[in-house]
C-alpha cells in the first residue's frame, strides 16, 4: 500500500509542478501541505525538471516531457545564445540568487577581479552548473526511446554546443557550481566538480547518438581523459573527491553515487567505486538516511527573508541513489532497505527534500523527490531477487516486533 500510495502522489505532483506554459517547477507549492517557513521552489530547475522528464516517460506521462523540452526553447531566457542560468521563474525569465544588473560596472573590488567580461559576469551571477545540461541530454535521450524527438534536435544542438563552448582541454574556463549550489569550481586551478563531469560525459555520449558532431567528440575525449586521471588519483586517496584541480576538494560527496547511474561512468562493482560508496556511507548515513556531506547546514528553512541554517537532514534523492546502486551490484537486500526507508518517512505519500529527525522536513512535496521513487521503482519492481530481499527483510522486521 505504501508504495501504491507514493506513486499515485507522485503522478499528481508530477502533473502539478508541469505548468500549462510547459515549465516544470521544482515543488509543488500551491500543495496545502507545503511549508510557509521554507524557501519556495516555484522555479524550474533543468536538473530537476530532467529527472522529472524521465520518471514520467516510464509512467507514459509523455506530454510533461514535450511540452517542458518546447519551454526550454520556447521561454528559457539565454538559452538559444548559450548562457544557462541555474534556475528560471516559470515564465523564462532568469532567476539569478543575487537577483541584480548583470553589468560588469555593478561589481566592486573582488568580484570584478574574478569577473572580468560581460559573459562571465551573467555566468557568475546564474551559476554555471554544467551537470544540468548533461542531465537535460539524458533525459532527450530516454525520451527519444518512446518518441520521436526531431523537433527537439535543436535543444539538443544548444546543450551539447553550451558544453563544449565552456570546455577548455581539461576544465570549464569559466567559474562552474556544483549541484547542490553551494561549491564553486574555478579556472584558475583548472577544477571541476567530479558529478557534473560525468554528467556532461553522459550528455555528450547520448548527443552523438543523435548526430555525428567533431567538437562534441573532440570535447568529450578531452572529458574522458581528465576524468581518467582523476580516478588514477582516487586510487591513492582511496575514494573519489569532490572537486578534482591543482587543488583537490577531498570531501565525501554522496551525489557520486551517480557516477554508476545515471552517468554510467564506473560499474556498482568497480573497486574505486565501490570504496567510495562504503567511504559515503560511513561519513554520510545517519540512522539508515544519508545526507549530503559532513557538517551540511542547509535544511531549507527561511525566518523573516533570510536562509536560517542549523541541523541538514537526509536527503531521500540519494537513498534512492543507493538503492538503485545496490540493485546494479546485485545486493537486493540493501537495495531494498534504502528504498523501504524513505517510503516508509512520506507525509501521506508526499516526499520531502530532507527527513530530519526521522520526519519529513525542509521542501514537501519535492518533485526530484518523487521521480527518484519512480526511477528507483522501475528498477526494483521487476526482479523477483529484489522480491525476495523484500520479503526477508519485511519478515525480519516482523520478528523483532
Known sequence: MEVEKILEKSKEVFRNCSLPNGAIIAADVNN???????????YVWLRDASFVCYACDL????????KFFKWCLDYAEGLREGIFAHKYFPNGRVAGDFDLSLEENDLKGERKKTVRNYLKTKIFYIQFQPDQLGSLLCSLYEHSKVRDIGEFKELVEILANGICRYWKKGYFSVPTFDLWEENIALPKYKQFHVYSLASCIKGLE?????EEIESWKSTLKQMKRIFSKCLNYSKNL??????????????????????????????????????????????????GGIKRYRNDMY???????????????????????????FFLKGEMERAFKYFKWVNERSLNGYLPEQVIDDKPASIIPLAWSHAMFVITLNFLENSSKFLMAAKEVNQDIDDKQ
Open 206 to 210: 547520448y548527443a552523438l547518438k543523435f
Open 238 to 287: 582511496g575514494y573519489i573527491p569532490r572537486v578534482f584541480g591543482k587543488k583537490i576538494d577531498t570531501t565525501i560527496d554522496s551525489s557520486l553515487f551517480a557516477l554508476t547511474w545515471p552517468w554510467e561512468q564506473l560499474q556498482a562493482n568497480d573497486e574505486i567505486m565501490v570504496k567510495t560508496v562504503e567511504n559515503i556511507l560511513k561519513e554520510n548515513e545517519i540512522n
Open 59 to 66: 509512467l507514459g506521462m509523455h506530454e510533461i516531457s514535450e
Open 299 to 325: 535544511n531549507g528553512q527561511i525566518e523573516l527573508g533570510d536562509l536560517k541554517f542549523g541541523k541538514a537532514g537526509s536527503w531521500p534523492i540519494l537513498n534512492y541513489w543507493a538503492s538503485i546502486y
Open 32 to 42: 496545502p501541505i507545503y511549508p510557509k517557513n521554507v524557501k519556495w521552489y516555484g
